[in-house]
């Protein structure tokens, strides 16, 4: 994609998932990857190719000299970034039962977080005279989902960060904008099924339905968006949003039609 070569990336949550999917893509694309993950990053035989292009640092995105500090190595080892992608995320589902320490660990981590990632890496993304930044939204930031409030509220502030921020840093050739997938099948989405006690296979049968498409994606579906996003090929985009959910938000409008045949 155009733009992409030599440039240098942030990635928070890149160790698994559509981070991960992410990270791959962007060094495909010969860009230099900071990664921000909690969890280690998995150095598998598979993807030992990245090891010359990646630059991995245990951060907590809740903790912000942990973030500071992490921003600063990857400076330090592959250069200021220009490009940023929001994607960590803490997955609590709960409705108005959700309590207080539920509340407070999903905003920590979903909005303040990302906010404070992007924070210390705007300074960096400046000395490059301009840059993009994509967060990771959702579905859930457009419409209710039954017993997600907690998630959801915190998915439609992502797209309002992006708004806001997009205002603020247009003048400085920064663009800000957000991907939005439906259900893709990652560890984490894995992990939410296997509590509800469903399986993969059902869960692709399940979910798949609810998508025009009629099955769910692949992290590397999203993170070519995210690609496309940070790339020149996206030069007029900012405060915008970019639904790739395998026409999910299109099928709930079209039952809403039907209820009225
Ligand atoms: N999987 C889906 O169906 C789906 C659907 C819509 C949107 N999304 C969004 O896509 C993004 C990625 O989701 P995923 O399914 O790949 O998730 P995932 O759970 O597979 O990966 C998330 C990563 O974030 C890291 N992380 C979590 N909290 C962190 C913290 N405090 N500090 C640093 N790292 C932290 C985890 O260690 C993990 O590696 C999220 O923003 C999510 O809301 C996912």
Not at 31 to 57: Q, R, S
Not at 134 to 149: H, M, R, Y
Not at 151 to 156: D, G, N
Not at 171 to 180: A, H, L, P, S, Y
Request: proline share 3%; net charge negative; charged share 20%.
């Amino acid at each position: 994609m155009k733009g992409l070569k030599d440039k240098r990336a942030i990635v928070t949550g890149g160790s698994t998932g559509i981070g991960l999917a992410t990270v791959i893509r962007l060094v495909q694309e010969e860009c230099k990857v900071g990664i921000l993950d909690f969890n280690p990053f998995p150095m598998t035989e598979e993807i030992a190719w990245l090891a010359p292009h990646i630059h991995f640092v245990q951060c907590d995105i809740t903790i912000d000299d942990e973030i500071k500090n992490a921003v600063k190595e990857i400076n330090e080892k592959i250069g200021p970034p220009s490009l940023l992608v929001n994607n960590a995320v803490s997955f609590i589902f709960k409705g108005v039962d959700a309590s207080v320490e539920e509340m407070d660990m999903i905003c920590q981590t979903n909005i303040r977080g990302t906010s404070r990632v992007t924070h210390h890496v705007v300074p960096y993304i400046r000395q490059n005279m301009g840059g993009s930044i994509v967060n990771i939204s959702s579905v859930s930031g457009f419409v209710g989902q039954e017993n997600f409030a907690t998630y959801t509220a915190t998915k439609f502030a992502l797209r309002g960060l992006v708004k806001a921020w997009a205002v603020d840093l247009a003048k400085e050739n920064i663009r800000v904008n957000t991907v939005c997938p439906a259900c893709v099948q990652t560890e984490g989405f894995v992990r939410a099924i296997k509590k509800m006690g469903m399986t993969i296979k059902q869960a692709q049968i399940n979910y798949g339905k609810t998508h025009l498409l009629n099955r769910i994606a692949q992290p590397a579906e999203i993170a070519a968006a995210v690609a496309f996003l940070l790339s020149d090929e996206a030069s007029f985009i900012t405060g915008s949003d970019l639904i790739v959910d395998g026409g999910y938000l299109a099928a709930i409008e079209k039952d809403i039609e039907k209820a009225f045949d």
